[in-house]
């Protein structure tokens, strides 16, 4: 059974940071490309990562220099390290996996997803 359990989130002031990380199991992680995405209420579904088999990185011009996407094989886990925050990165974070080798921030690349964890930055 694959699992997908984000943790990290947290209420934080603009300019501050934080460190998500998403614990896989159920699978052979280290065949599966990774992404983080994240939801704002009224707002659809964003990809803002994403890391593949070989640990290379895509980000969302958005987020691009204040975001960091790593991944440690050898524990099954994905991070996101999260700098800067501004308040419109307040949002619901989730992480996904994706069989095989790729980059991408489209969600129809991701089979599985975890529940999410809340970012909320306050100005």
């Known amino acids: 059974q694959v699992q997908l359990v984000e943790s990290g989130g947290g209420s934080v002031q603009a300019g501050g940071s934080l460190r998500l990380s998403c614990a896989a199991s159920?699978?052979?992680?280290?065949?599966?490309?990774m992404g983080w995405f994240r939801q704002a209420p009224g707002k659809e579904r964003e990809g803002v990562a994403g890391i593949d088999t070989g640990g290379n990185a895509l980000y969302a011009e958005s987020v691009q220099g204040r975001f960091t996407i790593s991944r440690d094989n050898s524990k099954n886990t994905l991070y996101l390290g999260l700098n800067s925050l501004k308040p419109e990165d307040t949002a619901m974070y989730y992480c996904?996996?994706?069989?095989?080798?790729?980059?991408?921030?489209?969600?129809?690349?991701?089979?599985?997803w975890g529940q999410g964890t809340q970012v909320t930055v306050s100005s």
């Open positions: 996904a996996a994706g069989r095989g080798f790729f980059r991408s921030l489209g969600p129809n690349w991701y089979n599985y």
């Open positions: 159920g699978y052979t992680y280290r065949h599966y490309s």
